[in-house]
Nanobody, 117 residues
C-alpha cells in the first residue's frame, strides 16, 4: 500500500485549501483513513479521521473549519480546509490503518501547508 498526498501550498489567513491522498494497492484490513499534521517543534497530531462507514472525528482546533471525506471508488481521502489560520501551518500527512490494533499502518510523504498572517 502506498499513499500520495498533494494539494498543499502557501495561503493567506482566512483562505482555503483542499488536500488529496490517493491510496494505491489494497489491504482489506484497512478501515481508517486519517490526516495528521506536524508543525516545527511540535508533536504530530491527529487532524481528522474517517472510517470505512463514513464516521468522522476531528481535532477540537479544526472543528467547524475542516472537513474530511473519502471517495471509495477512487481510493482517495480529502481534507477540505477553510478559514485557515497561521497555527494550521505544518506538514500534513496522510495515514491509513487497521483500527484499533494498527497492525497495518501506512503513511504518505506529507504535503506542506503554510498559512501567512
Amino acid at each position: 500500500v502506498q499513499l500520495q498526498a498533494s494539494g498543499g501550498g502557501l495561503v493567506q489567513a482566512g483562505g482555503s485549501l483542499t488536500l488529496s491522498c490517493v491510496v494505491s494497492g489494497s489491504n482489506p484490513s484497512i478501515n481508517l483513513m486519517a490526516w495528521y499534521r506536524q508543525a516545527p517543534g511540535k508533536q504530530r497530531e491527529l487532524v481528522a479521521d474517517i472510517t470505512r462507514t463514513g464516521a468522522t472525528d476531528y481535532a477540537d482546533s479544526v472543528k467547524g473549519r475542516f472537513t474530511i471525506s473519502r471517495n471509495a471508488a477512487k481510493n482517495t481521502v480529502y481534507l477540505q480546509m477553510n478559514s485557515l489560520k497561521p497555527d494550521d501551518t505544518g506538514v500534513y500527512l496522510c495515514n491509513v490503518a487497521s483500527f484499533p490494533l494498527r497492525r497495518y499502518d501506512y503513511w504518505g510523504q506529507g504535503t506542506q501547508v503554510t498559512v501567512s498572517s
